[in-house]
């Protein structure tokens, strides 16, 4: 079975780039107090998120096995980087167990170029649709990042951040900022 596997797979370099990109940023303070964050809504995605401050959107064609796909992505650099980004696959998810399992494994193989620690690579369920949530450390940043498969729609968050120096795993990349940011994401249909 083909799937469009090329979509979402958002390397780490790619990351890395965007997180040098100039953006207001908002008082350290107030990212690291998510009760201040500002919500972000896509009424063409029903979805909501909150960032630290308002993020910046763009779009994206990206070229899978199903054809090209437009990929909207809406990103905050603060103390972290931010990304949620959404898609419809070219075509249909079929079997959207398989479909994760190939995006992800197509994320970290794409990913291993950067010498990357998977921290965690697990099957999840949101709302009852299925997901796939990995963790990877790199020796200066950890990557958490989530994809959810609604109908034929694509979810994709992640969060960069830098590696805290000897802190344990569970330390590392600021998880409590990474869960907050994942815990905001809302469907709104």
């Not at 990109?21 to 008082?27: F, G, H, N, P």
């Not at 063409?44 to 308002?54: D, Q, R, S, T, V």
């Not at 998810?93 to 170029?113: E, F, P, Q, R």
Request: proline fraction near 4%.
């Amino acid at each position: 079975m083909k799937t469009n596997c090329t979509l979402f797979v958002c390397l780490l370099l790619l990351a890395a780039c965007s997180a040098s990109m100039a953006q207001t940023q908002t008082d350290p303070s107030d990212e690291s107090n998510p009760h201040k964050w500002v919500s972000y809504v896509s009424e063409a995605a029903k979805f909501k998120i909150k960032f630290p401050a308002k993020p910046t959107e763009s779009s994206e064609v990206q070229e899978g096995e199903g054809g090209p796909s437009n990929v909207y992505l809406a990103e905050y650099k603060g103390l972290l980087l931010y990304v949620t980004t959404y898609g419809n696959s070219a075509s249909h998810i079929t079997d959207a167990k398989l479909y994760l399992k190939n995006v992800g494994n197509a994320w970290l193989d794409a990913n291993s170029l950067h010498n990357i620690h998977v921290l965690k690579d697990e099957e999840i369920s949101f709302k009852n649709n299925p997901g796939r949530f990995v963790v990877v450390e790199t020796q200066m940043q950890v990557v958490r990042a989530r994809w959810i498969v609604v109908g034929d729609r694509i979810y994709y968050q992640f969060v960069l951040a830098p590696k805290r120096y000897n802190a344990p795993a569970s330390e590392n990349g600021y998880e409590k900022l990474a869960t907050a940011f994942f815990d905001s994401f809302e469907l709104t249909h």
